[in-house]
């Protein structure tokens, strides 16, 4: 079974700076999707961010980006010019290649809380 | 709906109670999937609906739990004689559903409903 680490329970930056969320994982499957899920006080997640990994290139959404290290099985998020509205709970999440319909089931980390000061 | 809708938003209620919670999936979505989110922990599998069918339930802690989706749209999900440690809070997602491929699709989520056993 796969499991996700987010090693940093709470992490915070000033606004306008740069931070950097970590998130590490194990597999043995060689083909499979990593995410970073956003939940603001609303609770609704939503998706920031999605790789593949067969996908050499890291994955770019504006201020946010990935730093993928397939051999480390490394995925952190890190969110340039961080805004009060990206203050929030995030969750690295993995997922199975889909084969035959199979696969379709999210393995969440525990999430990283990130506070964002003015 | 434009998005998933779950209700109630909040629930409180007496160990030993039954509660219903339940899920309206965006119109045409044929995935539906419930997850659990505890207090400091990530989201956690319940059990998955493709249609009206169930084809992994391996997610239900316990037989006190149970699922089911009419229609192919609203989802229920019944816990009987509710513990202290199933307060949580409940998550619902849906997606279009196209299995097979290596298409993965892009899931959206209600914004649950947290549950409180006294």
């Known amino acids: 079974a796969q499991t996700v680490t987010q090693s940093q329970p709470e992490m915070s930056v000033q606004e306008a700076e740069t931070v950097t969320l970590s998130c590490t994982y194990d597999?043995?499957?060689?083909?499979?999707?990593l995410f970073w899920y956003k939940q603001p006080p609303s609770r609704q997640m939503i998706l920031v961010i999605r790789?593949?990994?067969?996908?050499?290139q890291n994955a770019t959404e504006n201020r946010f980006s990935v730093n993928f290290q397939k051999a480390a099985k490394s995925f952190s998020l890190k969110i340039s010019d961080s805004q009060l509205g990206d203050a929030a709970m995030y969750f690295c999440a993995y997922r199975s290649y889909p084969s035959g319909g199979s696969n379709y089931k999210l393995t969440f980390g525990k999430g990283t809380l990130l506070t964002v000061n003015p | 709906g434009a998005g998933v809708s779950q209700s109630p938003s909040n629930k409180v209620t007496e160990k030993g109670k039954d509660v219903e919670l339940r899920c309206d999936p965006i119109s045409g979505h044929t995935a539906l999937y419930w997850y659990r989110q505890s207090l400091g922990q990530g989201l956690e599998f319940l059990i998955y609906f493709q249609g009206n069918s169930a084809p992994d339930k391996s997610g239900l802690p316990s037989d006190r739990f149970s699922a089911e989706r009419t229609g192919g749209s609203v989802s229920t999900l019944t816990i009987q004689r509710t513990q202290q440690e199933d307060s949580a809070v409940y998550l619902c997602a849906s997606s279009l559903g196209h299995l097979g491929g290596n298409r993965v699709e892009k899931l959206f989520f209600g914004s649950g409903t947290q549950l409180s056993v006294l």
């Open positions: 790789q593949e990994a067969y996908k050499q």
């Open positions: 597999t043995s499957e060689s083909d499979y999707y």
